[in-house]
């Protein structure tokens, strides 16, 4: 991984091999980021994608093995528990076309990952919610 910052954004290239929400949670931890929101486009060899199930309060997952291509990788980075919290949605392309998607549970990268974390004034932690069983904003 290596990074570089411009202004109230950082550049962040995630190198082939390594795990994308590991890295950009290391970053934050070590820039002392408390709120961001991320885009990023690349590549992954293994994923773990879920959708949740709000009846069940848990996700549905689904984990794909073989190059596919980022089509889009967005979401935010808060705080929970005195670290950071990530929350990232993806879609993903394979060698099909067909595209696979939702949150981002563990993305490892197949060639590399650019991404931008645009840092934002303030601070937001995270609650669960008993009632749909996930952790939201507090506003």
């Given at each position: 991984m290596q990074y570089r910052q411009f202004g109230n954004t950082y550049m962040l290239r995630i190198d082939y091999g390594e795990?994308?929400?590991?890295?950009?949670k290391?970053?934050?931890?070590?820039e002392g980021i408390r709120l961001a929101q991320v885009s990023a486009?690349?590549?992954v060899d293994h994923a773990i994608v879920g959708v949740y199930d709000l009846q069940e309060k848990r996700y549905h997952q689904e984990e794909?093995?073989?190059?596919?291509?980022?089509?889009?990788l967005s979401g935010s980075v808060t705080?929970?528990?005195?670290?950071?919290?990530i929350?990232?949605?993806v879609t993903m392309a394979d060698q099909k076309n067909l595209l696979h998607g939702g949150h981002a549970i563990e993305l490892r990268v197949g060639a590399t990952c650019e991404m931008f974390v645009r840092v934002l004034d303030g601070h937001v932690i995270r609650e669960?919610?008993?009632e749909l069983g996930i952790n939201l904003w507090k506003l």
């Amino acid at each position: 991984m290596q990074y570089r910052q411009f202004g109230n954004t950082y550049m962040l290239r995630i190198d082939y091999g390594e795990e994308i929400l590991q890295s950009l949670k290391q970053m934050c931890e070590q820039e002392g980021i408390r709120l961001a929101q991320v885009s990023a486009i690349g590549a992954v060899d293994h994923a773990i994608v879920g959708v949740y199930d709000l009846q069940e309060k848990r996700y549905h997952q689904e984990e794909t093995v073989g190059f596919m291509e980022i089509t889009s990788l967005s979401g935010s980075v808060t705080w929970m528990n005195d670290q950071p919290y990530i929350h990232l949605h993806v879609t993903m392309a394979d060698q099909k076309n067909l595209l696979h998607g939702g949150h981002a549970i563990e993305l490892r990268v197949g060639a590399t990952c650019e991404m931008f974390v645009r840092v934002l004034d303030g601070h937001v932690i995270r609650e669960k919610d008993e009632e749909l069983g996930i952790n939201l904003w507090k506003l």
